[in-house]
């Protein structure tokens, strides 16, 4: 392989819908998240969103009012009942998806579920429980994976410019400490809820989950959050062949020192990813990288692109891509890495098993 002649276009990274048929969605939870990222995805990839509900009226008028949507209200009902709506968004925090599960799963529409699928392994494993027994399609918006930036390390691990890949680290420094913000009461909120995007994403990269976990987590003296905002996983693969690292510092007090940095190796070269660019170096050429710019964003333009999954999968008859059974695996790492940090120790994904008779299949 000549670096010369390896190119990296947006179109090989860039989310895009699916080719086949568009379905209506139905939007439940209108709060930031859903402003910032959900309804201007669905927006700009042509999608079109048929009702919405939120507990907050006004809240649920506004986002009808802004982004045109046909019907509004408090009750799910709105977005349930409705013939119009094909695929239900719930857009609800991880703490209250549980309460509404049987009335989501009853409707027996496709659901894109925003993560984390639930703040606790066995609440995520009954609920995946439910959603299969009832036939429902079920995915988990893990939807980092469609981000330009980490869509085009994908592209470029696939075509093997690194050969054989045997270490992937990441490191994030950003600051999340806001006192007035709801996730600054959430236990665990940097392992369970925001750094699930990270744990994901190394799976994704490496193609492997670990067997087992071992995390560090530090308190900032003074800081807001109830629980620590600094954390890093090393996970561990009984067959060997793969290291992999999260460290994920998210209380960082000086915006200039923010940065975010991946880091995949193989036995024929390296990637290395940020936010705005990718770069490829490799062991046969040893003095030359090439580094492009990545075209995009992350939000919401990652958003349209999970959207866009889940549609296609529909069409071809699949799993998506983070179906609840692959994201399962996701929700063991940090679960385990909650366990880990809490006890100072080691913690096999083994000790989180699905309740009832059946095991999930791991990768």
């Known amino acids: 392989m000549n670096l010369s002649d390896l190119r990296l276009s947006p179109s090989d990274y860039r989310p895009r819908p699916p080719d086949g048929r568009r379905y209506r969605i139905g939007v439940i939870g209108c709060g930031s998240i859903a402003n910032a990222a959900h309804f201007p995805a669905y927006r700009d990839f042509g999608y079109e969103v048929a009702a919405c509900a939120d507990v907050d009226a006004d809240a649920a008028e506004a986002a009808r009012v802004r ?6 209200g408090v009750d799910p009902a709105v ?9 239900v968004d719930l857009a609800v925090h991880a703490q209250v998806r549980a309460e509404l599960w049987p009335a989501i799963v009853g409707a027996g529409k496709p659901i894109l579920s925003q993560k ?6 066995d609440a995520a494993a009954r609920m995946t429980q439910a959603a299969e027994a009832a036939g429902v399609t079920l995915m988990i918006n893990q939807q980092a994976r469609w981000a330009p930036q980490h869509a085009a390390i994908k592209v470029l691990i696939e075509r093997g410019v690194c050969g054989e890949v045997f270490s992937v680290a990441h490191v994030r420094r950003s600051f999340q400490d806001h006192p007035d913000r709801w996730f600054a009461a959430m236990p665990d909120f940097n392992l369970m809820d925001h ?5 994901d994403l190394l799976r994704h990269f490496s193609g492997r989950t670990p067997d087992a976990v071992t995390t560090t987590s530090a308190m900032m003296q003074g800081q807001h959050s109830v629980s620590p905002m600094s954390h890093t996983v090393a996970m ?10 999260d460290h994920f510092n998210n209380i960082v007090q000086s915006p200039a020192a923010w940065s975010e940095a991946w880091h995949v190796d193989g036995t024929e070269g390296s990637i290395t990813g940020a936010p705005a660019w990718v770069e490829v170096t490799r062991r046969d050429e040893p003095e030359r990288r090439v580094r492009w710019p990545i075209q995009g964003r992350w939000f919401p333009d990652a958003f349209g692109g999970s959207m866009g999954e889940l549609m296609a999968a529909l069409n071809d008859g699949r ?10 695996n996701s929700l063991r790492i940090a679960a385990a890495s909650a366990r880990s940090a809490a006890e100072h120790r080691t913690v096999r994904l083994e000790e989180f098993v699905e309740p009832g008779p059946e095991t999930f299949r791991l990768l």
Do not use: R
């Open 236 to 245: 561990h693969f009984d067959h060997g062949g793969l290291t992999a690292i």
């Open 67 to 72: 982004w045109g949507v046909p019907t509004a």
């Open 319 to 328: 799993e998506p891509l983070t179906s609840a059974h692959d994201n399962l």
């Open 116 to 121: 984390p699928f639930a703040m606790s392994w």
């Open 79 to 87: 977005v349930l009942d409705d013939p119009a709506v094909e695929i």
């Open 195 to 199: 750094g699930i995007h990270f744990v």
